[in-house]
């Protein structure tokens, strides 16, 4: 039977380090980061057909589209219902008219995004990048706007309550000029 060095595992992925280094607690450390690693990707990538479906229909109600680069993208009325835009870019996207509602868009990138009307009621927020966006008209109730990141963004009209937000805790936080 062939045993199968750790070591022999690496020469294929990092090459020359290994013949430097022959402790192999190093190269158990670095197996666990290179799995690590590989997994946290896989964990964050898109479903390809998903986002084909989104292209093609206007619509992927509860897909996953988590980690998803849909910049520049024209969604007009798009149903995003219940999807997983978890990290998704979505920069100088036009969602008009859209339906987020229930949906995953932490750490999500949505600079300069167009979201007049656009549904986002009880949709996850935190992290999300609002940088510039337009959300005149939007529907917020029920999501954690304070979490989001508003700096610049347009909420004239939007049903949105910005009064629990801490504007000491988050600077991000705009006020409304009615």
């Known amino acids: 039977m062939m045993s199968i060095d750790i070591k022999d595992i690496f020469k294929v992925r990092f090459g020359t380090i290994l013949t430097k280094v022959r402790d192999k607690k190093f190269c158990v450390l670095m197996l666990a980061f290179s799995l690590g690693t590989i997994l946290d990707s896989a964990a964050q990538a898109a479903d390809p057909e998903h986002v084909a479906q989104l292209k093609q229909s206007n619509a992927c109600e509860g897909c996953d589209l988590s980690g998803a680069d849909?910049?520049?993208?024209?969604?007009?009325?798009?149903n995003l219902r219940k999807a997983n835009l978890q990290g998704a870019n979505l920069r100088n996207t036009?969602?008009?008219?859209?339906?987020?509602e229930q949906a995953n868009l932490e750490n999500a990138n949505l600079t300069s995004a167009y979201l007049y009307g656009s549904n986002l009621e009880n949709s996850r927020l935190g992290g999300t990048d609002f940088t510039q966006a337009i959300l005149r008209g939007a529907k917020l109730q029920g999501s954690n706007v304070c979490e989001a990141n508003l700096l610049g963004a347009d909420l004239t009209d939007a049903d949105v309550n910005l009064e629990d937000c801490s504007v000491e805790a988050n600077s991000t936080i705009p006020t409304i000029n009615e």
Do not use: D, K, P
């Open 70 to 78: 849909l910049s520049g993208l024209i969604l007009i009325h798009a």
């Open 94 to 100: 036009s969602l008009l008219l859209s339906n987020l």
